[in-house]
């Protein structure tokens, strides 16, 4: 399971993502949305190209196993 938790990113004084919480369960899944909905944001973070500014992701259920916290 991948949960994402209170995910906030901002560039300068853009919002990308506020607060943002969701979970994933194993299998196959599509992030769709509008242009600028921060997709492509939440992709980044998820494979550590960025940071986020807040909240974090969870990996396997346990958060002391993998987990992606702000700097």
């Known amino acids: 399971m991948l949960q994402i938790l209170n995910l906030t990113k901002k560039y300068k004084r853009k ?19 509008e242009n ?16 986020q500014d807040k909240g974090r992701v969870e990996y396997g259920g346990n958060p002391g196993r993998t987990s992606i916290r702000p700097r």
């Open 36 to 51: 600028g909905a921060g997709k492509s944001t939440i992709m980044k973070i998820l494979t550590r190209q960025i940071r």
């Open 15 to 33: 919002v990308a993502l506020d607060d943002v919480t969701f979970g994933l369960e194993k299998g196959v899944c599509g992030l769709v949305g």
